[in-house]
Each structure stands twice: as structure tokens, then as C-alpha cells.
């Protein structure tokens, strides 16, 4: 068996990773907007789940004593609240898109209040795309690679997770960031296109280049 090959399997799985559907979304926001308390609060608490995964995905290992994500989600959850009104008189992008900006705000400017880090000017896509914990490299390793082999080719499962981990140090920020919507964040393509405002055609086809780079990179 090719070490590669539930890479390549993977690669060609367009609905490989669970979907979380909000099929009342819509509904929630209009009966939030003519002031229904239980729909706001539902509203924002059905995405707590998602927000703490997006969170701890990306959050410094070195600040995990000192920050939890539950309360990163919560801040930025009370700032929902207290913005939820101004949001649904525009509207300006859909309704997850939305929060989880208010929370990858919480998350950067917590997290550089913790480390002690200075606000400098940086390149855009290391402003957008931070580098990835180890600990997420790993279990992004672990969801990349093929995990259904044979008991005596767990040695190969390890050298292929080790190689992933590798390969992703090695991609740009923007290909790895579209590994971890996908992937970690278990996001689908129709909320990672509004995330990064592309076109759901533009996500898959980054995917797809991602997922060959990475191949690529490995063989080498």
C-alpha cells in the first residue's frame, strides 16, 4: 500500500468531514430583531460549540493556564449580545461569519495581552493566518491521514503523521488555513467562502491545491 494513499483519498472526498447544520438561523434572527429575548439567546448560544473549537484550535499553548476558551467565547458572546441589534439593521455578511470575527478578536487580543506582545505592523497574511499550536498540527495530522489500516501498518500510519506535521510547517499560511476550516473547524464550504469571501468554487479549488501541495511537499 502506498503511503500516500489515504491522502489521496482523502483528497478527492468532497464531504469528508461532519457538516453542523443551523437550519433556523434565518428564522432566529427575524424573531431576534422584533425583540424575542429567547430567540437572541438561542441565536447566540447554538454557535458556543463551533466559537470554543475555533479557539482552541489556534490558542497559544503558552497561555492555556492562564486563558481558557469557554472564556474567550464568553466575552465575545456578551459582545454579540450587545452588538446584535447594529448587525440585524445591516446585515453586512451572514450571520456565523459575524460572530466568529467578534471571537478571532477576543482570541488575538487576549492572547497578545498574555504573552506581553507589542501591536506591530505585520504582513497581511501573517496577520490573517497565525502559526499553528503543535497540538493542532497533530490532530489536523491525524484527520489528514487515512486512519483505517491494518495493525501491522501502524508504523507506517506514525511515519505518515509525522510527515504530514512536517509538510504542514512547510505550507503558506493561506493553504493551511484552509485545512484547518476545514478540517478542525469542520466548517462547509459554503461558510469557509464566507469567511474569506471568496466563492464556494474558489474554497474547493484551494482545497484541492492545498491537498496537493501537501502531497508534494511530502514526497520531497
Excluded at 458572546?77 to 478571532?104: G, I, M, N, T
Aim: proline share 5%; hydrophobic share 40%; net charge positive.
Amino acid at each position: 500500500m502506498s503511503q500516500l494513499a489515504g491522502f489521496r483519498e482523502i483528497s478527492n472526498a468532497e464531504s469528508c468531514m461532519p457538516i453542523e447544520s443551523v437550519p433556523d438561523t434565518e428564522e432566529l434572527l427575524g424573531r431576534a430583531g422584533r425583540g424575542d429575548s429567547h430567540a437572541r439567546s438561542e441565536l447566540l448560544n447554538r454557535h458556543r460549540m463551533r466559537l470554543r473549537r475555533m479557539v482552541a484550535v489556534r490558542l497559544d499553548r503558552r497561555v492555556l493556564a492562564r486563558l481558557d476558551p469557554s472564556d474567550i467565547v464568553q466575552e465575545a458572546l456578551v459582545e454579540a449580545d450587545q452588538k446584535l441589534l447594529a448587525y440585524l439593521r445591516e446585515r453586512p455578511v451572514p450571520f456565523y461569519p459575524w460572530l466568529r470575527r467578534l471571537a478571532w478578536e477576543h482570541l488575538v487580543r487576549l492572547q497578545d495581552r498574555h504573552l506581553r506582545t507589542k501591536r506591530r505592523s505585520v504582513a497581511r497574511e501573517e496577520a490573517a493566518f497565525p502559526h499553528l499550536p503543535d497540538e493542532s498540527a497533530l490532530k489536523l495530522a491525524n484527520r489528514l491521514v487515512n486512519s483505517s489500516l491494518a495493525p501491522d501498518e501502524r508504523l507506517v500510519e506514525a511515519e505518515m503523521k509525522s510527515r504530514v506535521i512536517a509538510a504542514l510547517a512547510e505550507l503558506s499560511g493561506r493553504d493551511r488555513e484552509i485545512l484547518v476550516l476545514r478540517y478542525l473547524e469542520q466548517l462547509p464550504n459554503r461558510e469557509i467562502a464566507e469567511i474569506l469571501d471568496v466563492t464556494e468554487a474558489v474554497v474547493r479549488q484551494r482545497h484541492g491545491r492545498a491537498l496537493e501541495r501537501l502531497a508534494k511537499k511530502m514526497k520531497d
